[in-house]
């Protein structure tokens, strides 16, 4: 055998034992999925394998509560009447904000909400006022307010 072919066979048993020393150490446990809260559930995308868990659809929910969590507004879409008072509260361990996409003094606008904060806002014009945090512009919501 010559040296090039040693040298082949040694980094490759090398690698094989960096792998199984990873699997042993990582306890041979596949990762298990986050569960989620009845309102998380409720509000899944169901129609494709998505990893994400917190609603992100269009699909409009009748309330007048939004949760910040897990980098996401849940539900992403919310029906409201008229005279509606929305709150937003924040169970995510960094601030977020309420920012609507159109600024207006009919939609809302808030400062940072931080961990447990909430931030309300009285829709006094029906309309759709589609809105993100700030500091995570990926993060979007969406209020329909009808008559």
Partial sequence: MGSRTKAIIIV???????????V???GGKKKTPTTTTS?????MDTSNNSTDT????????ATDAVMIQGFAFSPGTI?????????????????????ADTP???????????????YSFT????GTYSYHCTPHPYMKGTVVVTE
């Fill in 79 to 99: 029906t409201v009447k008229v005279g509606t008072k929305v709150t937003w509260t924040n169970k995510d361990s960094i601030g977020h904000t309420v920012t």
């Fill in 104 to 118: 207006s003094s009919d939609a809302p606008n808030s400062d940072t909400i931080n961990k447990n904060g909430t």
């Fill in 54 to 61: 917190l609603n992100n659809s269009s699909t409009a929910v």
């Fill in 123 to 126: 829709f006094n014009k029906a």
């Fill in 12 to 22: 490759v048993i090398v690698l094989v034992v960096a792998v199984i020393a990873a």
């Fill in 39 to 43: 309102t998380d559930t409720m509000n």
């Fill in 24 to 26: 042993v150490i990582m």
